[in-house]
């Protein structure tokens, strides 16, 4: 069971970020992926994938030419954390459930405790807005620490 954290991955953990940094910049500033990349510490190939899939998913506009680049679509208060995860990861779960748990009653009990943690995960990640995780960010994450145990 050890290796099996729940992490996110570098796409999204990179996405995440980038989504921060836009939210400071919001909704005045347009950033150009390459400043994003440089401002944020962020590969910069990678990043354009990224945002790409961001803008296909709603999340981001962009704009060509001078002053140009990506920012929010909306505020960072409509925009919940667990839409950009979900866009980017996908569903985030312990293990991938099948079905009705079936088997031995400790079998069952394990599958419904990652049921319970996928979903409390969820929960957590639904009800923070990107503008909350960029103020959190902003004072340095100590509300996170002590907010979700999960």
Not at 45 to 68: D, T
Not at 99 to 122: C, F, S
């Amino acid at each position: 069971m050890k290796g099996e954290r729940l992490k996110l991955s570098k796409r999204t953990e990179y996405g995440l970020r980038a989504v921060v940094h836009l939210a400071q910049l919001w909704p005045h500033k347009y950033i150009q992926a390459k400043d994003l990349s440089k401002e944020g510490n962020l590969p910069g190939k990678f990043l354009e994938s990224i945002l790409l899939a961001l803008r296909r998913g709603g999340f981001l506009e962009s704009k060509v030419g001078s002053g140009g680049g990506y920012r929010l679509s909306r505020s960072p208060r409509d925009i919940r954390v667990g839409e950009i995860v979900r866009r980017l990861e996908g569903r985030l779960t312990i293990k991938e459930r099948t079905g009705q748990p079936e088997g031995r009653p400790g079998e069952i009990a394990v599958r419904l405790i990652n049921i319970k943690l996928t979903v409390a995960t969820d929960e957590v990640l639904d009800k923070l807005t990107v503008e909350e995780l960029a103020e959190q960010a902003l004072r340095g994450g100590n509300s996170l620490q002590s907010m979700y145990y999960i």
